[in-house]
């Protein structure tokens, strides 16, 4: 592992002073009780910090929602897992025998998860600047397509707004199928509005995708509508 691991520390830009943070939080824990978990809790934390303070910086006059919105484009679980695959995460995973077998080192949640633990590793072996740094290398470069697509309110927000602006109940998702093996599923949802007696159904690789695809289906129904 000596040599991968040394080629995700020049990808990430920072040599850890205390190796074994790194490897805990590449550590599964189907692998072991040294596991990633409470790096991740920590990470999670770093990575919005980070993140808003980014976002502070760079729009300057945009409002606390708008900066919101990029932000949670940004902290998403897609998110974290394509900058995991940029970084070749899944090469160093420590996984189980039967967890590596089932796909989990693809796995986008897994993948997700060991990102946020190697920004808690960062911040505990060099502190906030150093993970913060490491936040800005790896998101800044993304910041200007997710704010095109954040600053644009979602299909479920706009869902949600134009039924409470004519005081009908908010409306209901449930999965109606999942397809797939469990690190490459596809989600099912059906969106229901039951004032207007109109559903939706949307697919997406997560359930979030699924559930604005659904929302964005029902939108279009509810357009057509004579007011």
């Not at 850890?16 to 943070?21: A, E, I, V």
């Not at 596991?35 to 606390?64: K, T």
């Not at 590596?100 to 796995?107: F, I, L, S, V």
């Not at 060099?126 to 979602?154: H, M, N, Y």
Request: with cysteine; net charge neutral.
């Amino acid at each position: 592992m000596t040599a991968p691991i040394d080629l995700l520390q020049q990808r990430l830009g920072h040599v850890f002073r205390d190796r074994r943070l790194l490897l805990r939080a590449l550590t599964h824990r189907s692998h072991g009780a040294d596991h990633y978990e409470r790096l991740e809790f920590l990470g999670d934390a770093v990575l919005n910090l980070a993140v808003s303070d980014l976002l502070f910086d760079q729009y300057e006059d945009s409002p606390e929602g708008d900066l919101t919105r990029v932000r949670a484009h940004l902290v998403r679980q897609d998110m974290l897992h394509r900058i995991a695959l940029s970084l070749q995460l899944p090469a160093v995973l420590r996984l189980s025998e039967g967890e590596a077998r089932g796909g989990g080192a693809q796995r986008p949640s897994i993948l997700a998860d060991a990102m946020e633990a190697i920004l808690g590793a960062v911040y505990r072996d060099a502190g906030f600047d150093a993970a913060c740094a490491l936040v800005r290398r790896l998101f800044e470069p993304l910041i200007s397509e997710t704010a095109t697509q954040a600053w644009a309110k979602d299909a479920k927000t706009q869902l949600q707004e134009w039924l409470q602006a004519r005081r009908q109940s908010v409306p209901d998702y449930r999965i109606e199928a999942t397809r797939g093996r469990a690190h490459d599923q596809t989600f099912v949802v059906v969106c229901s509005v039951p004032g207007y007696g109109i559903e939706g159904q949307g697919e997406g690789r997560s359930r979030r995708a699924a559930e604005q695809e659904a929302a964005r289906q029902v939108l279009a129904r509810l357009s057509a509508l004579p007011e």
